[in-house]
């Protein structure tokens, strides 16, 4: 049984650069978050997606954020012209929808731009 | 208001003890969830205990345990016998179920614990 994996670990790059980051959640997990960590902080809430429906977007999710899950399984959060502001870890989840639906995260993809 | 408040930056115990991370939350609505995670410095969020608003009982997870008082709105994780590995990053965490049966979680800012020889 796989948990849930996150792709890269790591990203540096430049201000004004676009990345993107991949979730790959539990299988049978129909529900996927989103969060950002800054440091000394908890996880900020930042969308989800239950299936390949996109249900709710934070605030804090500006146009250069967009999050995609083109066939209900795996997902991907892209920043375009990102900003130093933008540093933070990157932190995926999955649950299912019934129950506790405790939420199950990856190792969160840490992002610097310099 | 903070939704999630977690008091305690940072605490010390010594190992084979017991302790008590503290973790108080508001919210109007009836129905939620209360969660507590473990980060350890990998950065990896681990679920630990969870506690439903109408649960008549407090959760138990092994070493792990958690001190519900409904009326002071407090969730209070206790780590019993606490062992070198416990030492990491504990947040407490809400589930309101206005927001949906299964959606977002608020987080506190954590509690910093340290376990010593």
């Known amino acids: 049984d796989t948990g849930v994996s996150q792709d890269p670990r790591h990203k540096i790059t430049k201000r004004g650069q676009n990345v993107t980051f991949r979730c790959d959640p539990i299988?049978?997990?129909?529900?996927l978050y989103w969060y950002r960590q800054t440091l000394g902080q908890g996880p900020e809430f930042l969308t989800y997606?239950?299936?390949?429906?996109?249900?709710?977007k934070s605030r804090l999710l500006s146009d250069r954020f967009s999050a995609e899950r083109p066939k209900g399984s795996f997902s991907t959060l892209e920043i375009q012209r990102t900003e130093q502001g933008d540093s933070a870890m990157y932190l995926c989840?999955?649950?299912?929808?019934?129950?506790?639906?405790?939420?199950?995260f990856g190792p969160g993809t840490r992002l610097t731009v310099t | 208001a903070q939704k999630i408040t977690q008091t305690q930056p940072g605490m010390f115990v010594q190992e084979k003890e017991a302790v008590t991370l503290d973790c108080t939350y508001d919210t109007s609505d009836p129905s939620y969830g209360l969660f507590w995670y473990k980060q350890p410095s990998s950065g990896e969020m681990i679920f630990l205990i969870y506690?439903?608003?109408?649960?008549?009982q407090n959760a138990t997870e092994g070493r792990y345990s958690l001190n519900f008082q409904k009326a002071r709105k407090s969730a209070n994780l206790v780590i019993s016998a606490s062992q070198l590995g416990d030492s990491a990053m504990y947040f407490c965490?809400?589930?309101?179920?206005?927001?949906?049966?299964?959606?977002?979680?608020?987080f506190g800012t954590g509690t910093r614990l340290q376990v010593t020889l």
């Open positions: 965490a809400m589930r309101e179920a206005s927001t949906g049966t299964a959606s977002k979680l608020t």
């Open positions: 299988s049978e997990h129909n529900r």
């Open positions: 997606f239950q299936n390949e429906a996109q249900l709710e």
């Open positions: 506690q439903g608003s109408y649960d008549q």
């Open positions: 989840a999955s649950s299912l929808i019934l129950g506790r639906a405790e939420q199950y």
